[in-house]
């Protein structure tokens, strides 16, 4: 196991995180803007998985 590996393994758990994250936070906050926080957490949840497969897919590619 790599670096790159491991570091696209971290960086997928994160992801998932933040989506759970994301969902107590709607369900357990009274005054939030759940669409800002909806928005905000799919852009960081997705952009994290997308980095994380990225790495994958360098590692696969060596």
């Not at 790599?2 to 709607?26: F, Q, R, T």
């Not at 009274?30 to 909806?38: A, G, Q, S």
């Not at 957490?41 to 790495?55: E, H, K, M, P, R």
Request: glycine share 8%.
């Amino acid at each position: 196991m790599d670096i790159n590996e491991k570091a696209g393994d971290l960086l997928i758990d994160i992801a998932k995180l933040i989506i759970g994250s994301v969902i107590l936070a709607s369900i357990i906050a009274e005054n939030v803007n759940t669409i800002i926080l909806f928005i905000g957490g799919s852009v960081c949840s997705f952009a994290l998985i997308f980095l994380g497969f990225y790495l994958y897919k360098k590692r696969k590619m060596k």
